[in-house]
């Protein structure tokens, strides 16, 4: 494997800093005039209680132009009511007046319908309509700046609001213009996919590809975003390209149709034969539709349909040619597929399993992007190539060789034991002045326990003797209280075995049917309590401690709802035990835990540790450009919408600060509770701040209240509850940066998780070597204080990248931490790139090849070949920004952005982390808060990326994604 010592991005920026690109359109701004009235419509009927719409909502009008006009543009509405709503570029040949003037017509029919038999409400329709027809809305002419924009008082650029969408949209438009991509086994020709005004950047859609295998036949596409995106003191934009994989779901189940999980949604790709609004031109581009799995009241059973009743719905008093039948796209779903594609319904992993695997391996996503690159050309040039740092190695000094021997994984046990007595110290956990170490092993099968057993001796090195004595160990464990006890030089260590027993790992108690908010939060409650009082009997002590539950997975609960991870850990927790789960092993279809089962027992207990804060840091080996002894902070904001599976709503913000411990190489975890010496706050171990965190999750105080009248009729406002958020969390940040004082500490935080409420973490708001939390201007640093800002791939907002392989071979991948080649390259010398190697289980998956088409390609093509059935796996190329530092104190800002690389390969992990371990840490905590994992995004889950928030706020990553999933 060649030696990668640069690496190139899928970015662009402007040619020059006067490089300027316009565009013509026709653009209609929304109608203020109409604004009183219609929010008048709109709040008609609501209780007084209630919050009121202060905007007109367009969304459904937005959503039916996206299928039956799709060159439409939509941008976000302004809030001052300047500015255009729907655009059209010029060339495209508009809706004609009255079709149009039809649409908006039936939009306002549909602003409330669950009043249309009101005399009130209909008096106010009637005089909305006249108002409408008397002063219909007027398209004007309009030339817009595409690249060309403002920098802010830190030197980044501020690309206007309209540039996102549009900036995007007009270079996908090159890119259509191109010739098809010859991949050698055939060509791909793109399609636009219309973009709402929340969506990111503009994105094309190959038509399907087939891949068949033993039997079986699956479609896909390959996709392509291009997205707007900004770097902390460049005053250039830039243009990320990025591609994937879109797979299409075919496969219907016993009941003879595609499985849509209950209250899920996904997205339907449609091209029309002919156009389904009378006098309405034929568009080359996709239209979208969405299905979804829902209750019906009148029919009280689950149905499928489209969103809301479909575009259609909402037009059902116009003439539309065909427009397609739900039910028979899925329970025929190929055959709208393989037909020249009229209807294709994105898979989502929900859906069962798929014979095409995600992800583009690098020297294929280089070839598509060069093709790609012709259409930006002239107005941008590529962002240059990034090259190895010089300050050290890529890994920590500590990282375990890459040979494991038996005295590697002696000392490694003793590293562990180090840690977990310190850990254990400071919790008070001390008997005869030895620490203590305790643990439960709640157990459903023997094979599991004994496995667990196993790994927990191994992990800690406490076997000591023949495979006899372990046996011996394992018989003493397995009665129904059987207890294990060794003493090491370090520490007293007491493992409980106890069998789950009283059905608390079984379904949660519900009825059949639908499930209301109130039904879900008592079943949650009551299994809390009794989780508690059983484990209470149980244990003695009052030091937090660990607790291994053997549970099954969520897949073999009835439904989401009836999983009691949650309950347990609630229920554990208010007990004083941190827990953490492991699979019930067993063997089904397509299902195997049997056989990797130890493994997965010695990765329990490992991350169980972890939640005890048993650590070991990173020794970075650095000499020059940082200060010594410095600690590491990280804030994570804990969030989570009432549309969660849980139905709880999350706001809780989270500090954790990892310092060098008494042994080197150890580390000191603790977090920050609020609440702590008499309400001044304190920095508490990290155990026990998981605990404290249980207590923000009252279920009991959870309103009672059915899911659906509540949301509609009693949602907060969203901008006075944000607002709200804001404030609580700057002055959260204000007192924990005052505690930072004294002792040189990096603060790390991560842009996609804090932005929202820490606005001065935007592109937009930052500055050199200064800071601001609240309304209070920007000031300098403290002088120990140093900041990193942290930016992961979500929402596509950094590049796609390869490994520029060094005599013109295959492009691949590397790991490293990159730096610009040149003092004036972008970001200042501030902005640096990280990256890491290949989890282990996917190293061997695939090679840098070519997967269209769905076989490999000719040999005489000179590219490498692979299967579609391959996956495609890329580690993220995540930006570390040191915002903040004091180099004429001798800080060098490549030195502390080494460290955090670093950060990411602790030597106690198996793979590199997606984020430094502090903000890790940070970020686990939120298992404490709102314990279940975060949901797949209701419209594809991981084929197709959650709608945005336009230029900002994607929320959720994973440690590697495949590319486009």
């Not at 399609?191 to 929340?198: L, Q, T």
């Not at 040619?321 to 898979?347: C, G, K, N, Q, R």
């Not at 929900?350 to 294929?364: F, I």
């Not at 010398?829 to 190293?843: D, E, I, L, N």
Request: with cysteine; glycine share 8%.
């Amino acid at each position: 494997m060649p030696a990668y010592t640069r690496i190139r991005t899928a970015s662009w920026l402007p040619d020059s800093p006067d490089a300027s690109v316009t565009a013509r359109y026709q653009a209609l701004p929304f109608p203020e005039q109409w604004r009183e009235v219609l929010l008048e419509l709109c709040n008609a009927g609501r209780p007084t209680d209630a919050e009121p719409y202060r905007t007109v909502p367009t969304r459904r009008m937005e959503q039916v132009l996206q299928t039956f006009a799709p060159d439409y543009l939509v941008l976000p509405r302004p809030r001052d009511g300047r500015g255009h709503w729907l655009l059209v570029p010029e060339g495209v040949e508009r809706l004609p007046d009255q079709v149009f003037r039809a649409l908006y017509n039936a939009w306002l029919s549909d602003l409330r319908p669950d009043m249309a038999k009101d005399p009130h409400y209909r008096e106010l329709l009637a005089k909305a309509r006249a108002m409408l027809d008397d002063a219909p809305p007027r398209w004007e002419p309009v030339e817009l700046e595409l690249l060309r924009c403002p920098v802010t008082e830190g030197g980044t650029a501020a690309p206007l609001a309209h540039q996102y969408p549009l900036t995007t949209d007009w270079f996908a438009r090159k890119i259509l213009a191109l010739e098809p991509y010859d991949y050698g086994s055939g060509t791909l020709r793109f399609h636009a996919v219309p973009r709402g005004p929340r969506d990111q950047g503009a994105e094309l859609v190959s038509e399907p590809l087939r891949f068949d295998k033993d039997g079986q036949r699956w479609w896909y596409s390959i996709t392509l975003n291009v997205t707007l995106h900004t770097v902390p003191f460049e005053p250039l934009p830039r243009i990320h390209l990025h591609t994937g994989i879109r797979r299409w779901a075919t496969r219907v189940g016993a009941a003879g149709r595609l499985y849509l999980p209950r209250r899920r949604r996904t997205t339907v790709l449609l091209r029309p034969r002919v156009p389904w609004l009378p006098g309405a031109s034929r568009s080359d581009r996709f239209a979208v539709a969405r299905l979804e799995r829902r209750w019906d009241r009148e029919a009280r059973d689950w149905v499928t349909g489209w969103v809301e009743g479909g575009p259609a719905g909402m037009l059902h008093r116009l003439s539309l040619s065909s427009f397609p039948d739900a039910e028979a796209i899925v329970t025929a779903p190929e055959e709208w597929l393989a037909d020249d594609m009229s209807a294709a319904v994105v898979y989502s992993t929900a859906m069962g399993s798929h014979g095409v695997l995600p992800g583009l391996m690098p020297h294929q996503r280089s070839e598509l992007v060069a093709w790609a690159e012709q259409a930006f050309a002239p107005e941008l040039r590529p962002e240059p190539e990034r090259v190895r740092t010089r300050l050290g190695r890529s890994t920590p000094l500590n990282t375990p060789p890459k040979t494991k021997t038996s005295e590697y994984d002696r000392r490694r046990a003793a590293k562990v034991r180090a840690a977990a007595a310190h850990a254990m110290r400071a919790l008070g956990a001390v008997e005869d002045d030895r620490a203590v170490l305790e643990a439960w092993l709640l157990w459903q099968t023997p094979q599991m326990r004994d496995e667990a057993v196993e790994a927990f001796i191994g992990l800690l090195g406490l076997g000591g003797g023949s495979r006899a004595a372990i046996d011996a160990l394992l018989s003493a464990a397995s009665g129904p209280r059987g207890l294990l006890e060794w003493r090491t030089p370090e520490l007293l260590v007491r493992l409980h075995c106890r069998r789950l027993t009283e059905g608390l790992g079984d379904d949660l108690a519900l009825p059949e049917g639908r499930r209301t908010k109130a039904m879900v939060t008592a079943a949650v409650a009551e299994r809390r309590d009794r989780a508690a009082r059983w484990m209470a009997a149980e244990r003695p002590g009052t030091a937090p401690s660990l607790a291994l539950v053997e549970l099954d997975r969520a897949a073999d609960f009835t439904t989401s709802d009836h999983d009691p991870k949650f309950a347990l850990r609630l229920g554990f927790a208010k007990a004083g035990l941190l827990t953490q789960f492991v699979a019930v092993p067993k063997k089904t279809a397509g299902y195997d835990s049997t056989r990797n089962i130890g493994h997965r027992a010695e990765k329990a207990w490992d991350d169980g540790l972890r939640q005890l804060g048993v650590r070991v840091l990173p020794e970075h080996g650095l000499s020059d450009g940082l200060p010594e002894g410095l600690r590491y902070a990280a804030i994570w904001l804990v969030r989570k919408n009432r549309t969660s599976r849980t139905r709880w709503a999350g706001h809780v913000p989270v500090a954790v600060l990892v310092a060098p411990g008494p042994e080197e190489g150890i580390a000191e975890v603790r977090g920050w509770d609020a609440e702590a010496d008499g309400g001044a706050g304190a920095w508490i171990p990290y155990p026990s701040l998981l605990l404290r965190l249980t207590e923000r999750v009252d279920v009991s105080s959870v309103l009672a209240a059915d899911d659906e009248d509540e949301e509609a009729f009693r949602r907060p406002d969203y901008h006075r509850e944000m607002e709200r958020q804001r404030r609580q969390v700057e002055e959260w940040l204000q007192t924990v940066l005052r505690t930072l004082r004294g002792v040189p500490t990096l603060l790390l935080a991560c842009a996609q998780n804090v932005r929202s409420h820490w606005t001065w973490l935007q592109d937009g708001q930052v500055q050199r070597d200064r800071v601001r939390t609240g309304v209070a201007p920007h000031r300098r640093l403290d002088p120990d204080l140093r900041l990193l800002r942290v930016r992961k791939t979500t929402g596509r907002e950094t590049p796609q990248w390869w490994g520029v392989h060094p005599k013109d071979g295959l492009n691949g991948l590397a790991a490293h931490l990159w730096v610009a080649p040149r003092p004036d390259g972008a970001g200042g010398g501030r902005v640096f790139w990280s990256t890491t190697p290949k989890p282990s289980q996917f190293k061997d998956s695939a090679v840098s090849g070519d997967k269209l088409g769905g076989r490999p390609l000719t040999r005489g093509s000179g590219r490498p070949t692979i299967d579609a059935d391959k996956v495609g796996w890329n580690p993220g190329l995540v930006e570390l920004a040191v915002l903040g530092c004091h180099e004429d104190d001798g800080d060098d800002p490549e030195a502390l952005a080494m460290a955090a690389h670093h950060l990411r390969q602790p030597p106690d992990y198996p793979q590199a982390l997606a984020l430094p371990l502090p903000l890790h840490l940070a970020e686990l905590a939120q298992e404490y808060v709102l314990p279940l994992p975060p949901e797949d995004s209701e419209e594809t889950a991981h084929d197709e990326d959650p709608p945005g928030e336009g230029p900002s706020e994607p929320e959720t990553a994973q440690p590697f994604a495949p590319n486009g999933e």
